[in-house]
């Protein structure tokens, strides 16, 4: 998605956006295909374990069973740097040469002396937005990547019962992005209080008893 706004932004009259349609279909194919590339070791180390407890039923559970220790400790850093450490640097980079841009124009408007204070407003709100979503994503997805990396180099088991609660704090950045958006944006506000009021015109349509024919 940063690329995406980055692409659009330097180059906004450029063919490749006419087809926007056949790019997300590109783009959501090439994502779920590198995902599987670089998640398919997990096919082969994992397994399933079953806990025997007393008086209760057995429980069934997926476990990492990799051949030797070194092969999990190569697997783990580069799932560090695959998952985390490259998305976050191009982020950051796309984000950075986006806001540079948007200050610049709103530089370019002050210093030319044009009578637009809205646009200039909009452009560093933006700028200062792209800024938040960046330091939004680090700090969602950080804990987990630490700890992650932390229990399979040095063994600190002491971090797997931290483990599912930094991974849901990951997957809150799913939850608030959107509220980042609804704050900071007023069109996407009122966008999705027309799909609101939209909805409920056609529920309420939906219950109204329909005439019958005679």
């Not at 560093?124 to 992650?148: D, E, T």
């Not at 931290?162 to 609804?182: D, I, R």
Request: aromatic share 14%; proline share 5%.
């Amino acid at each position: 998605m940063s690329v995406d706004r980055y692409l659009f932004i330097q180059n906004p009259s450029h063919t490749h956006w006419k087809s926007a349609r056949l790019h997300a279909i590109l783009l959501t194919a090439f994502t779920w295909s590198t995902s599987i590339v670089f998640m398919s070791p997990q096919l082969y180390v994992r397994i399933i374990d079953t806990l025997n407890m007393p008086n209760l039923s057995p429980m069934t559970f997926c476990i990492e069973s990799w051949p030797n220790n070194h092969d999990r400790q190569v697997f783990g850093w580069l799932l560090l740097f695959l998952v985390y450490v490259i998305p976050v640097s191009i982020v950051v980079v796309c984000y950075a040469n986006v806001g540079k841009m948007l200050c610049f124009y709103a530089t370019n408007s002050e210093s030319s002396g044009a009578n637009n204070g809205t646009y200039i407003f909009c452009r560093k709100r933006a700028a200062q937005i792209l800024v938040l979503l960046v330091g939004l994503f680090i700090c969602c997805w950080l804990p987990y990547n630490i700890m992650s990396l932390l229990i399979d180099q040095w063994d600190m088991v002491g971090l797997v019962q931290f483990l599912p609660f930094a991974l849901w704090l990951g997957h809150a950045h799913s939850a608030v992005n959107p509220l980042l958006y609804w704050a900071t944006n007023r069109k996407f506000r009122d966008m999705v209080a027309r799909l609101w009021r939209r909805n409920k015109w056609c529920a309420s349509n939906e219950r109204k008893p329909r005439p019958q024919r005679v």
